[in-house]
């Protein structure tokens, strides 16, 4: 599925996983998702929700009402999606196939979140007065305007989407480092002696 998402989509949900540790959150929930949608202001979503007059800076203060931030340390590593996030991820690809498209944009990602009624995004979205039918429209409507630009790359072939896999790894592998380092620690403190280094 994440093949066919557009660089816009992809960036989305590298942003949710920042803005969840931005706030302490020891996870990614629909709320994040939505928060990282909200963040690019040329997006066909945040352009649908403003032309139904629902201002993104009106949603993203009621999320940070309702969610909040927690008073902890974030979290330097992996944060897990929550169901409702993975459902929403998911669901992203039947609204493309409602919509026609081949390609899985963040408006594709909005719809899917509207779907979740559980959702605290969904929740916050419909509580000023948006409905999945009007969003779809208004996004089919704008897709149409939008041409053929809106297709994603093939995978790997956007500059923008090979530095977010470098970074995705760099980051990977700073972890792994300091694992191997803490590892290393714990061995010498428990046996006195610094452990040999592994072959190859």
């Known amino acids: 599925m994440f093949e066919r998402f557009t ?14 540790r931005g706030r302490g959150h020891d996870h990614i929930g629909t709320e994040h998702l939505l928060l990282a ?16 007059g629902i201002e993104p ?7 940070e009402e309702t969610v909040g931030r927690a008073d902890m340390e974030a979290s330097s590593g992996h944060i897990p999606f929550t169901a409702g996030a993975k459902q929403a991820l998911e669901l992203s690809l039947r609204e493309a196939m409602a919509l026609g498209h081949s390609y ?24 000023k007065g948006a409905d999945l039918p009007a969003m779809r429209a208004r996004i089919r409507s704008m897709s149409s305007a939008a041409g053929p630009t809106s297709a994603p790359p093939a995978p790997l072939d956007s500059s923008a989407t090979a ?16 694992e191997v380092d803490r590892l290393r620690q714990f061995i010498t403190r428990r046996l006195g002696a610094e452990p040999p280094a592994a072959a190859g």
């Open 7 to 20: 660089d816009q989509a992809r960036t989305t949900v590298v942003r949710a996983q920042e803005e969840a």
């Open 57 to 63: 800076e009106t949603i993203r203060a009621d999320i």
């Open 163 to 178: 530095r977010m896999v470098i970074r995705s790894l760099e980051k990977e592998n700073a972890l792994l480092r300091q």
């Open 104 to 127: 899985i944009g963040a408006e594709h990602i909005l719809l899917a979140l509207l779907r979740q009624t559980e959702g605290v995004a969904a929740a916050v979205v419909l509580s």
């Open 37 to 52: 949608l909200l963040s690019d202001e040329q997006s066909v979503g945040v352009r649908a929700l403003r032309s139904l």
